[in-house]
């Protein structure tokens, strides 16, 4: 693919490697993208990673430096075409890369893999549109038709596999992106597996005055777009941080699939979520990506699964700390599944673990009256619900009215607090074990049903 001109050639990159102190051009297709940064002086930059059919197995690294954000290439798609003129082959640790001179460098960006026409949607100050480059980004074209990036599928993490303070490459779907709050972005994404439980450290008494949320999101998600998700799988909230949202939102889309390279995974009040950040990387992927075909195969199959719904880390059963007794036929169902049934009072079975309650302590749980009155707050991989405990449904789950004693270790049992030759050990984290448990759904609003819909333990027992 070399093509000669009046003062320049194009090469193909596997003969621009070798031309390191040289000015030369080439044409590539952009494998990856990074967030544009300033530089340590005046100028913008920005990293990213082009391939073509002569070298298609890492690609080739382009420094790009310009006067402004603005004059940076801004790229509609992973994947596009880029034209590079005149850029300086350099090298670092025996690795070559291209350094773009905002003094006589140009380029010119055009859309990639389904692109008509040939002219190019961004250009920089130096680049002249030529006759030659109509037929260069064709035949481009032409091999991206088939063109199939050979990675190691190592280097992606499974959400399953993800760990708190871990920077991860990741592959998944994306299911909703919004503004939770005024210029905070969010995107959710899933790969068909289950975050892993984490470990809660909040003290009990907390939840008086600082409840644990039901979601990372400053507010609940409508239904209509909950039912959106997938029944099974988390979804991963992911936080893009301020600076960088005008460069990566346009690169998400909604219902596709995406590679992200290092994004910051963390855990607040046992609920995951990511960071995008400046050091993130967006890498192209093409139709039938060999990992996301891999993906969605492993989807598939967990789908017919008799226990698909049930959470990866419960495997082969549940604990034996509850014993529920409905008599319904009727198969478990996810939290997701609740939230968004089609009627409004339903009852279901559902594998979750109980990670707050409200009143803490055991001599509260009933009202002046003797009733049992308790809020919970179930998790299982998709959601996190409050869900309330009543009279006769108390008298149920703790097998009628025990002592105070007898129910601390009840609901410890259920808590999974820490406890040490029947001790509790003080401050330790918890970590709940998972239980099988019965809920309904109902509303306390006539007119406003599906607004007040609240739901309720009822049929479950803790053993022991």
Same mark, same amino acid.
């Given at each position: 693919?070399?093509?000669?001109? +009046?003062?320049?050639?194009?090469?193909?990159?596997?003969?621009?490697?070798?031309?390191?102190?040289?000015?030369?051009?080439?044409?590539?297709?952009?494998?990856?993208?990074?967030?544009?940064?300033?530089?340590?002086?005046?100028?913008?930059?920005?990293?990213?990673?082009?391939?073509?059919?002569?070298?298609?197995?890492?690609?080739?690294?382009?420094?790009?430096?310009?006067?402004?954000?603005?004059?940076?290439?801004?790229?509609?798609?992973?994947?596009?075409?880029?034209?590079?003129?005149?850029?300086?082959?350099?090298? =670092?640790?025996?690795?070559?890369?291209?350094?773009?001179?905002?003094?006589?460098?140009?380029?010119?960006?055009?859309?990639?893999?389904?692109?008509?026409?040939?002219?190019?949607?961004?250009?920089?100050? %130096?680049?002249?549109? %030529?006759?030659?480059?109509?037929?260069?980004?064709?035949?481009?074209?032409?091999?991206?038709?088939?063109?199939?990036?050979?990675?190691?599928?190592?280097?992606?993490?499974?959400?399953?596999?993800?760990?708190?303070?871990? %920077?991860?490459?990741?592959?998944?779907?994306?299911?909703?992106?919004? +503004?939770?709050?005024?210029?905070?972005?969010?995107?959710?994404?899933?790969?068909?597996?289950?975050?892993?439980?984490?470990?809660?450290?909040?003290?009990?008494?907390?939840?008086?005055?600082?409840?644990?949320?039901?979601?990372?999101?400053?507010?609940?998600?409508?239904?209509?777009?909950?039912?959106?998700?997938?029944?099974?799988?988390?979804?991963?909230?992911?936080?893009?941080?301020?600076?960088?949202?005008?460069?990566?939102?346009?690169?998400?889309?909604?219902?596709?699939?995406?590679?992200?390279?290092?994004?910051?995974?963390?855990?607040?009040?046992?609920?995951?979520?990511?960071?995008?950040?400046?050091?993130?990387?967006?890498?192209?992927?093409?139709?039938?990506?060999?990992?996301?075909?891999?993906?969605?195969?492993?989807?598939?199959?967990?789908?017919?699964?008799?226990?698909?719904?049930?959470?990866?880390?419960?495997?082969?059963?549940?604990?034996?700390?509850?014993?529920?007794?409905?008599?319904?036929?009727?198969?478990?169902?996810?939290?997701?599944?609740?939230?968004?049934?089609?009627?409004?009072?339903?009852?279901?079975?559902?594998?979750?673990?109980?990670?707050?309650?409200?009143?803490?302590?055991?001599?509260?749980?009933?009202?002046?009256?003797?009733?049992?009155?308790?809020?919970?707050?179930? +998790?299982?991989?998709?959601?996190?619900? =409050?869900?309330?405990?009543?009279?006769?449904?108390? +008298?149920?789950?703790?097998?009628?009215?025990?002592?105070?004693?007898?129910?601390?270790?009840?609901?410890?049992?259920?808590?999974?607090?820490?406890?040490?030759?029947?001790?509790?050990?003080?401050?330790?984290?918890?970590?709940?074990?998972?239980?099988?448990?019965?809920?309904?759904?109902?509303?306390?609003?006539?007119?406003?049903?599906?607004?007040?819909?609240?739901?309720?333990?009822?049929?479950?027992?803790?053993?022991?």
């Amino acid at each position: 693919m070399d093509y000669n001109g +009046e003062d320049y050639r194009f090469l193909k990159i596997k003969d621009a490697i070798l031309s390191i102190n040289q000015k030369v051009s080439f044409v590539g297709v952009i494998l990856e993208v990074g967030s544009p940064k300033q530089s340590k002086g005046t100028d913008s930059f920005c990293t990213i990673k082009v391939t073509d059919e002569s070298h298609t197995k890492d690609g080739i690294s382009v420094n790009i430096f310009a006067e402004s954000m603005e004059k940076l290439p801004y790229i509609a798609s992973v994947g596009d075409i880029i034209l590079l003129s005149h850029v300086v082959m350099k090298a =670092h640790n025996k690795q070559a890369y291209a350094l773009f001179n905002k003094k006589f460098s140009s380029f010119a960006l055009y859309d990639g893999k389904g692109g008509e026409d040939f002219l190019p949607y961004q250009v920089s100050s %130096r680049f002249f549109v %030529r006759d030659q480059d109509k037929r260069i980004i064709a035949t481009v074209r032409k091999w991206l038709l088939n063109f199939q990036f050979k990675e190691d599928s190592k280097k992606f993490l499974l959400l399953r596999e993800i760990k708190d303070g871990q %920077r991860i490459n990741m592959a998944c779907k994306v299911f909703h992106i919004c +503004e939770v709050a005024k210029g905070e972005w969010m995107a959710f994404v899933w790969d068909g597996t289950d975050a892993p439980p984490a470990q809660i450290s909040k003290k009990l008494e907390d939840e008086m005055d600082h409840e644990l949320p039901l979601q990372v999101e400053p507010l609940p998600l409508s239904r209509d777009i909950l039912c959106s998700f997938p029944a099974v799988g988390s979804i991963l909230r992911v936080i893009i941080d301020k600076g960088i949202e005008k460069h990566i939102l346009h690169l998400l889309k909604i219902g596709k699939w995406v590679k992200l390279q290092n994004v910051l995974c963390q855990v607040d009040a046992g609920l995951w979520f990511g960071v995008l950040t400046h050091f993130t990387r967006l890498c192209y992927v093409p139709n039938n990506d060999n990992l996301i075909v891999e993906r969605q195969r492993s989807y598939d199959e967990r789908s017919s699964w008799e226990h698909s719904w049930m959470p990866y880390w419960c495997f082969p059963w549940t604990s034996e700390v509850t014993d529920i007794d409905y008599s319904e036929d009727g198969p478990f169902v996810t939290l997701k599944d609740v939230l968004t049934h089609s009627q409004v009072t339903a009852k279901f079975k559902c594998v979750v673990r109980v990670v707050a309650a409200f009143p803490w302590r055991s001599e509260d749980f009933c009202s002046p009256l003797g009733n049992y009155r308790i809020r919970l707050t179930l +998790e299982d991989p998709t959601a996190r619900i =409050h869900a309330f405990v009543y009279a006769e449904d108390g +008298e149920k789950l703790f097998g009628g009215y025990p002592s105070v004693d007898v129910l601390k270790r009840k609901i410890n049992k259920l808590l999974g607090v820490a406890v040490s030759d029947g001790q509790e050990i003080k401050d330790a984290p918890r970590n709940p074990p998972w239980v099988q448990c019965c809920l309904k759904s109902y509303y306390i609003d006539r007119n406003d049903i599906w607004g007040s819909r609240q739901y309720r333990i009822f049929d479950t027992k803790i053993s022991g």
